[in-house]
């Protein structure tokens, strides 16, 4: 037959040389598709014979070879050989397979180890029996049993990447012979010998000679002896291949006898591998792996060793470079051309850095207690490292808390022998490591900037390996790209060594000859390469548009918690309330000069401190590994933070330009590069100034979408952009008519859902039914989901695959863990899990990571979209696997009772739904129309309140309308347009109005639009309506919102761009909802999720509205009514006399009983050391100081104040009590020791503090509740939007987070001081409600309120909000009151008149800063960080009134003039005691109006007082000099002040500026010019209070 390959072929391979030669297209962008097969079937005997041409190092794996019955005219040609079916056999790497399962372990030579110019065949001779032939070497039988008509298959593979068909012809019958075409090619004539007749030939010479072998020039021996030819000078095609011997021998190179079979590790592979053809002559056995090669004295290394050739040698070391001659007879003999056999694998030592955890048969290395150490993680391999041998490891989990991360490298440090350092940088010998972009060479710096990456950089999934060359010099690769020569001169015994040092957690060691390895290593690669290869290409154009290319977009590879959608115009983080950073986006190309780049901020969030950050790169987004953030960098860098610039993460200007943290929604930030080589920043249009000089001219736009900013949009001069392309991973994805999202498998009545909790790169929609991979082309891992629940006994756990990409290698896996969601930290892959999981990974059965058994009845690798996988745990502990409903067996035995199940969506698999058929089912509730959501089924845990009914439509619509189901559906019957339908009744506030697309019809453009209108529908024409618009856009009669694909329009004018992922892209089963929220503002919903306000200033009495555009044609209503609709349905009705004579006239009966508060008690499962008493009402800790955790057993009802009071504290230990909510059900919550363990679904209110998942996102919020006196009443209320609120002794202290899920259970943690709390019960009255007893202040009118408290009595809490029993602050004060010995008579003998404005207390009683007070109302401000000890006021002022129309102020004053003062009760002249009695008269004091001395010269002034509304003035020590003494208790010296709170008079005063010349702000209420008040008056200021600051 011709030796020829048939035309067609996979889709990256080029013929050429007629069809003798093959070659993959971009092959180092791409690994796979490059599939050939013969011309014509293979004649038995036949050997089809290709030779290598061109490998390259970046990938993993190699040529694959094999036949199949598949006729290749009419083959679909699948990725890769491995992926053929219907009677293939394909040999890959050294295993067998067949149909893609593997048949044969451990076959013949390893073909991923051949290099170029080796030679490779495959046969099927007479009998049926397939042979692999290698080099012109028989490897023995593959397989057998194979049919007679079979084509030759080749797979350019991994790094091979050309080969040439040589021959195909019977082979030769004796081993002497040549081909005719191998004679043309060779310059020389020599026949080759079998490895075993050299190894003969070359043992029969031995014996002649003692102990050496005399041979002639070995031109390539170095690197014939280290198993790779990369190295080796250019020699004949006969000299190039390194397992054969030289070819010509001559007397004057004398080789010893461990060189020799050095030289011989290569040739004898197919002997160990074989049957043991020729073996028994030579003393080779099948496993002969092992035996010492070391020797310089010309010991005999052979003999003495039944399994191997050569026992332990003797006398000293090799002195060749082979490590395997470095210690005696401890290393064996290599197997392939530097490859390694099963029991010789790379591995980590045992021996390692303290911290370090070795797993996964010491493949895996894992750092003890990340978040608490950063160094002691130091791992080397097991054995000295091969020349040409690659050490890669992959990079499994990092910590976001350290600075710096792994090293890497290489040292000649017996692992055995080394006191290992806490970080390998510490070492001064011997040792060469990669750190950062840098080399280090015995810890001293000797290559600042080696390569473009840097280690501190990578990210999860990344890949670092390392190669000593034969020639002594080291290079590192990062995910395959080989970065350059760190070193030369390299030592030839080096071992591999890695520091998990800071953020590097876990890695694990990467075998090539591993399937799975090989997969996520060339998915790494390719991520790192080309984030957009892979991505559908435009088709070639003649003409093509001179302006697309060059138009500025966001580039593909963007930040791990970014997006790109729009085209490549917007970029968001899609969990913005999540994370806060990993949201840096750059731009496509370089910027040209002076082209301004600017963006506007679509979204923003109130979570996180910080906003968007912009700048510019030297980096290439396309290879550069995206930081957390952009300030990151150290190199190539500006941005502009806040309000200042930095440069490689250095601060140049400090005060640069507007603030960019205080940027809002709408806002546009701008850069430019001038082609002077200056930066400018621009702001909402606005230049900023020059920030930087010098830049460079190629640089990318950086935008970091950090903290609050959540979206951002480039601004151009470009048309509209089209509709999002199908491809894209962003927004809602398309679902077929059969998924479980489509109208008949909607109603499913199974509770199984995904989890909440899941992988970085995973969304879940449709109310937990669908899970999707985003950024599907960048990304491949990093997308585990979960169930949320355990599987019960013979429940069925099922999926249908929706999505898949034609990208990555492998795909979908599938399987159960007892893992708990919230106890699991979610891994790259779930296979990486090294306890408690079981896993489907293509045909293997995995546990904890380690392969169970292969060949499992199904191969997930191999199923393509709408296959159906399911999952069951039997009652008897089996695990059975289901795909498209038929059992495949059981898969693995000896399950735990509890299980979940997990679905890994890992490389082509993008996006699956579960589907009808899991869990119980029962169609007795299902109906074709009514969805759950229109019958809300009420939880223990929900807000007791009548069912909504579902919403309907108005009977008024457009002509082509057709409404069906009482209402609930609408059909358009005909045409694209007239499609217009309202809600029967206006929207309330917040009441959300969703539809179902039911059906489509694709030969339309456009699709659903929604809004509101004011228009009212009962007001139009009977049906038909024919006078109504033909569409929503212009509808104008009255003013409506819509949203029409991604734009937002008003009345037909467009509003915004980009508003959200485009209507036109939805499909069967998406859903679309509309709302008016209590802000005025329009909320669009797709899936369930909200994209936010789309307009504002929305009418209040609005009609939610819908056009049946386009494509689409049927829609159903999903969303029911907020409140019962009483004339439709009502509750049971309650007597008439059940309304208390107190009700409004607007509170029905029958809806009082969703104004009942539901009942709350503790919950039975709790913290150890808790014990529940008085109906678990009251909750004790009974010993230590923590473990003292609490939960709610019912769920929190929206808008319901759930109130706890603290009874007991014990001051012998520190802090105390912390409480909040949490997202998920506590039932069998496994309770830590404190709440700030909790790291799933928390928010914790701890000190003044908010936390989320043991993070502060939040400071200076309230009271400090560590200073929470016994009495105290603490409460949680979670608002309608989702909101926590802190309530102390029944005042709101405002949002402390948002987005709270629902259902969600507070939580209490009895922690340190807090011993004891007990529930309030709902009679106590709740928040707002009127109390018989005692008014606080949030139940005062204004008009009433002086500080906060009522006029008519002084400043002053209730009794039972009264802090100063523990305020130790407050008491320190009142010591040093006592010891100015000052009457007792002068103050009010109240107590709890004498208030703390310490920080605790003033947010522990929920003051406010300012005030106004008195007529005409002025503002004063509260003495914060002062004491106020209230004062005894004359009785004819306390009734007056007249005394509640003054003003408040304060005057500043020394120790002395106290007693002076109080004994006139009014301010002292300065002249008398104060101050400023040493200065002239006529000098303005501060002082007060008093009598004259009697002995005063009449030409002296009135002297005058100086007053101020706020303390921060009076309160300087020009006003208050500080006087020192020591605390009566504590012994300790401290610094105090005194001064006076006053009511002044209205127009006893003239307002002016500040007198002592200071020139920065002194209160941001009161400006500088009016901050000081000057009165002469006598009896115009009254002395309300004693103020005092101890420091």
Request: charged share 20%.
């Amino acid at each position: 037959m011709a030796a020829e390959l048939h035309p067609r072929s996979g889709k990256l391979i080029g013929l050429s040389n007629s069809n003798r030669t093959a070659q993959r297209n971009q092959p180092v962008q791409e690994f796979n598709h490059g599939l050939v097969l013969s011309r014509e079937p293979l004649r038995d005997r036949d050997v089809f014979t290709v030779r290598i041409d061109k490998k390259v190092n970046s990938w993993s794996g190699s040529i694959e070879i094999g036949v199949t019955a598949l006729d290749p005219a009419a083959l679909d040609f699948p990725s890769s050989a491995t992926g053929l079916k219907g009677g293939s056999w394909i040999v890959s790497g050294c295993s067998v397979l067949k149909d893609g399962r593997s048949v044969l372990e451990e076959y013949g030579r390893d073909l991923d180890q051949l290099g170029e110019g080796d030679r490779v065949g495959i046969q099927r001779n007479g009998r049926g029996e397939l042979h692999l032939w290698v080099n012109g070497q028989d490897c023995g039988t593959a397989a057998s049993g194979l049919p007679s008509r079979l084509w030759a298959v080749v797979d350019l593979y991994g790094k091979c990447t050309q080969v040439t068909v040589v021959s195909c012809e019977p082979p030769p019958d004796t081993e002497g012979e040549e081909h005719e075409e191998e004679e043309e090619e060779r310059e020389e004539e020599v026949a080759p010998a079998s490895p075993g007749a050299l190894m003969t030939e070359a043992c029969r010479d031995h014996e002649d000679r003692t102990g050496a072998l005399v041979l002639p020039t070995v031109p390539a021996l170095a690197a014939v002896m280290n198993g790779s030819a990369e190295e080796a000078p250019e020699v004949t095609r006969g000299q190039s291949r390194p397992d054969k011997f030289p070819n010509n021998f001559e007397s004057d190179t004398v080789l010893t006898e461990h060189q020799l079979f050095d030289v011989f590790n290569n040739a004898i592979v197919s002997l160990y591998r074989s049957e043991g053809e020729g073996g028994e002559d030579l003393g080779i056995g099948s496993d002969s792996s092992r035996g010492g090669t070391g020797s310089s004295n010309g010991a005999r290394g052979a003999g003495g060793n039944d399994n191997g050739i050569g026992g332990g040698a003797e006398g000293g070391s090799s002195t060749n470079n082979s490590p395997s001659g470095s210690s005696g007879g401890t290393a064996g003999m290599s197997v392939g051309s530097g490859g390694m056999t099963t029991n010789d694998a790379l591995l980590f030592h045992e021996k390692c850095g303290t911290l370090i955890k070795l797993s996964n048969n010491n493949k895996t290395a894992e750092r003890r207690r990340p978040l608490d150490e950063f160094n002691n993680g130091v791992v080397m391999t097991n054995r000295p490292l091969r020349h040409n041998e690659m050490f890669e490891i992959r990079i499994d989990k990092l910590v976001d808390k350290w600075s710096g991360s792994i090293e890497i490298g290489v040292t000649t440090h017996n692992p055995n022998n080394l006191d290992y350092p806490a970080t390998m940088t510490n070492l001064r010998s011997g040792t060469i490591m990669m750190s950062g972009c840098g080399i280090l060479t015995n810890g001293k710096g000797t290559r600042r900037e080696y390569c473009e990456f840097s280690l501190d950089e990578l990210q999860e999934g990344d890949h670092i390996g390392l190669m000593r060359k034969a020639s002594g010099a080291l290079h590192f690769y990062i995910n395959g790209i080989d970065q350059g020569v760190a070193a030369n001169q390299t030592p030839g015994v080096v071992y591999g060594v890695v520091d998990l040092y800071g953020m590097a957690v876990k890695v694990t060691i990467v075998h090539n000859h591993n399937h799975s390895d090989r997969l996520r290593r060339n998915n790494a690669i390719m991520r790192a390469l080309s984030p957009d290869v892979g991505r559908p290409r435009p088709a070639l154009s003649l003409t093509p548009d001179p302006e697309a290319p060059d138009r500025l977009l966001f580039h593909p590879n963007c930040g791990q918690k970014a997006a790109i959608i729009g085209d490549g115009r917007t970029a968001l983080r899609p969990h913005a309330t999540d994370d806060f950073n990993h949201g840096v986006v750059l731009s496509n190309r370089p910027l040209h000069s002076n082209e301004v780049f600017q963006v506007r901020i679509d979204k923003m969030v109130d979570k996180w401190a910080g906003s968007i950050e912009i700048g510019v790169t030297t980096h290439n987004p396309a290879y550069l590994q995206l930081p957390s953030t952009m300030t990151n960098l150290r190199s190539g860098t500006w941005m502009m933070t806040g309000n200042g610039v930095m440069h490689n993460g250095t601060t140049i200007l400090d005060e640069y330009g507007h603030n960019l943290d205080r940027l809002k929604a709408g806002d546009t930030v701008g850069v430019v590069r001038k082609d002077d080589g200056s930066l400018h920043f621009f702001v909402n249009g606005v230049p900023q100034g020059p920030a930087a000089w010098n830049v460079p001219p190629s640089v990318y736009a950086v935008v970091d979408l950090y903290g609050q900013a959540a979206q951002a949009t480039i601004m151009d001069d470009m048309a509209d952009l089209p509709p999002l392309p199908d491809d894209s991973s962003e927004g809602p994805m398309a679902m077929s008519p059969g998924s479980p999202c489509s109208v008949t498998g909607a109603s499913a009545a199974s509770d199984l859902r995904f989890h909440q909790l899941h992988g970085t790169n995973a969304v879940i929609t449709n109310g937990g039914r669908t899970a999707l991979r985003q950024n599907c082309r960048s990304e491949f891992n990093d997308a585990i989901v979960i169930s949320n629940r355990c599987l019960r006994d013979g429940e069925l756990f099922e999926i249908v695959i929706q999505k898949m990409v034609d990208r990555w290698s492998g795909s979908i896996e599938a399987g159960v863990t007892a893992i708990r969601p919230e106890e699991l930290e979610f891994p790259n892959t779930m296979t990486d899990i090294d306890y408690d999981t079981w896993m489907l990974s293509g045909t293997a059965i995995m546990q904890d990571g380690n392969t169970m058994r292969n060949n499992y009845g199904c191969d997930l690798d191999s199923l393509s979209t709408g296959s159906r996988i399911g999952m069951m745990r039997t009652a008897s502990g089996d695990l059975h696997y289901y795909i498209n409903g038929v059992d495949q067996g059981v898969a693995c035995t000896g399950l735990p009772p509890e299980v979940y199940a997990v679905i890994d969506l890992y490389g082509q698999c993008v996006q699956v739904s579960i589907t009808s058929s899991s869990g119980p089912l029962d169609n007795s509730l299902c109906t074709s129309n009514i969805t759950e959501k229109s019958f809300p089924i009420h939880s223990p845990g929900s807000v007791p309140m009548v069912a909504g009914v579902a919403h309907r439509l108005h009977n008024k619509h457009g002509k082509n309308v057709v409404l069906l189901g009482d209402g609930c559906q609408a059909v358009r019957v005909g045409g694209y347009a007239h499609g217009i339908v309202f809600s029967a009744k206006e929207l309330k506030t917040d009441e959300l109005f969703e539809v179902k697309i039911n059906e489509v019809d694709e030969q339309w453009s456009g699709s659903l639009r929604i809004g509101l209108t004011t228009l009212q529908p009962p007001d139009l024409p009977s049906c038909p309506l024919s006078g109504l618009s033909p569409s929503l856009t212009q509808l104008r009669s009255k003013v409506t919102w819509l949203l029409a694909g991604s734009e937002v329009r008003r009345n037909g004018v467009l509003q915004r761009q980009n508003y959200a992922c485009s209507l036109d892209r939805l499909t069967v089963g998406n859903r679309v909802g509309v709302k008016r929220c209590s802000d005025d503002t329009m909320h669009i919903f797709i899936d369930g999720e909200d994209m936010g306000p789309a307009a504002t200033a929305v009418a209040k009495n609005v009609y939610a509205v819908l056009d049946l555009y386009g494509k689409v044609t049927a829609l159903s209503i999903v969303s029911s009514t907020v409140v019962e609709d009483t004339e439709s349905v009502k509750a049971p009705s309650l007597s008439s006399d059940s309304c208390s004579e107190g009700e409004e006239d607007t509170t029905p009966c029958e809806n009082e009983p969703a104004l009942v508060p539901m009942s709350m008690a503790f919950l039975e499962n709790h913290g150890k050391n808790i014990q529940l008493s008085n109906q678990n009402l009251t909750a004790a800790r009974v010993s230590s100081y923590n473990q003292g955790l609490l939960v709610t057993a019912q769920a929190l009802p929206r808008q319901q104040l759930f109130q706890f009071q603290i009874d007991r504290l014990n001051s012998s230990w520190t802090s105390s009590l912390s409480l909040g909510v949490i997202g998920h059900s506590p039932d069998r919550l496994n309770f830590p020791s404190t709440a700030c363990c909790l790291k799933r679904s928390v928010w914790l209110l701890q000190r003044d503090s908010v936390f989320h998942n043991s993070l502060k996102i939040c400071e200076n919020y309230g009271p400090n509740l560590d200073t929470c006196p016994e009495g105290t009443v603490l409460g949680v209320l979670v608002d309608a939007n989702g909101c926590l609120h802190l309530y102390v002794n029944g005042m709101d202290q405002g949002v402390a987070a948002q987005d709270i899920p629902s259902p969600c259970h507070p939580l209490i943690d009895l922690y340190g001081q807090c011993e004891q709390v007990t529930i309030v019960t709902n009679h106590v009255p709740a928040v707002g409600a009127e109390s018989s007893d005692v008014r606080c202040q949030g139940d005062m009118e204004k008009a009433d309120m002086v500080d906060g408290i009522k006029e008519s009595v002084c400043w002053t809490p209730p009794p039972e909000v009264n802090p100063n029993k523990t305020c130790e602050y407050q008491a320190l004060c009142s010591r040093f009151k006592e010891l100015l010995t000052l009457p007792d008579g002068y103050f009010n003998e109240d107590a709890k008149y004498n208030l703390c404005y310490c920080e605790s207390c003033h947010k522990l009683r929920g003051d406010e800063a300012y005030y106004k007070r008195g007529e005409p109302p002025r503002d004063y401000a509260l003495p914060f960080g002062w004491c106020r000890f209230a004062l005894r006021i004359k009785p004819h002022c306390e009734v007056s009134n007249t005394f509640k129309k003054w003003h408040i102020a304060y005057h500043g004053t020394s120790v002395g003039s106290l007693r002076r003062a109080l004994d006139h009760s009014q301010l002292l002249a300065a002249e008398s005691s104060s101050v400023f009695s040493a200065s002239p008269v006529k000098v303005e004091g501060h002082g007060s109006y008093g009598e004259p001395e009697e002995n005063s010269a009449p030409e002296r002034e009135i002297p005058r007082v100086r007053l101020s509304p706020t303390m921060r003035y009076s309160g300087l020590e020009v006003f208050a000099p500080k006087v020192q003494f020591r605390d009566p208790r504590s012994l300790r010296c401290h610094h105090a002040q005194v001064g006076f709170q006053v009511c002044v008079r209205p127009g006893s005063y003239k307002v002016g500026p500040q007198s002592l010349g200071v020139s920065e702000s002194l209160d941001p209420r009161f400006s500088n010019t009016e901050i000081e008040w000057i009165t002469k008056e006598k009896g115009g200021t009254l002395l309300y209070g004693l103020l005092i600051r101890v420091e």
